[in-house]
């Protein structure tokens, strides 16, 4: 099973930019999954390793940006404008599948951003 | 809200079986777009656990299946087990959304 290692955890303040990394190989693309606490499972968005397309969830549109580092196999997920309620488990995961909807068999062991004044 | 529909909780003593409901529209599951379930074991990541309504990887037990009909798919797990007790999430597409979405997810407790 491919392995997807994630940078550490975050705290910021509200107004601020996190920017997280997962570094996998062996994938043509990464999904990100964000878990609130005690919350469930909410998609973020995915890019495409080889040609660096993306395609972020409607509402995170204008606040994320995914990119991805072919050199040293390293995805990034920043999210800007943070709030309270971004606050959360940030989970990147291997993309399969050759169409919608992809899923995702290899997940990162998760990054705890927290936002707080 | 979540666009899919997931009972909050289910429960079964050991041995039975039970079954998760994820239930979608036309812009999702009614639009043919797959159901794959996830499982995550309390303070774990999830794992893929159903894959294209009814595909398991290697290595899930043949206990768990899958099913898809219509704007709904379940998740059946039968000889209920103890370590079976986790939170269950479908995901599908949504046309209208222009991306993946997941259930609410399903607290499964084994009395």
């Known amino acids: 099973q491919v392995q997807l290692v994630q940078s550490g955890a975050e705290v910021k303040k509200p107004g601020a930019s996190v920017k997280v990394s997962c570094k996998a190989s062996g994938h043509n693309g990464i999904s990100w999954v964000r878990q609130a606490p005690g919350q469930g499972l909410e998609w973020m968005g995915w890019i495409t390793t080889y040609n660096g397309n993306t395609n972020y969830a409607q509402k995170f549109q204008g606040r994320v940006t995914m990119t991805t580092d072919t050199s040293t196999t390293t995805t990034y997920m920043e999210l800007r404008s943070l709030r309270s309620d971004d606050t959360a488990v940030y989970y990147c995961?291997?993309?399969?599948?050759?169409?919608?909807?992809?899923?995702?068999?290899?997940w990162g062991q998760g990054t705890l951003v927290t936002v707080s004044s | 809200q979540s666009v899919l529909t997931q009972p909050p909780s289910v429960s079964g003593a050991p041995g039975q079986r039970v079954t998760i409901s994820c239930t979608g529209s036309s812009s999702n599951i009614g639009a043919g777009y797959d159901v794959h379930w996830y499982q995550q074991l309390p303070g774990t990541v999830p794992k893929l656990l159903i894959y294209a309504n009814s595909n398991r990887p290697s290595g899930v037990p043949d206990r768990f299946s899958g099913s898809k009909s219509g704007t709904s798919a379940s998740l059946a797990i039968t000889g209920l087990q103890a370590e079976d007790e986790a939170d269950y999430y479908c995901q599908s597409y949504d046309s209208s959304l222009s991306g993946s979405v997941f259930g609410g997810g399903t607290k499964l407790t084994v009395l």
């Open positions: 995961a291997r993309r399969e599948g050759s169409g919608e909807p992809n899923w995702f068999d290899s």
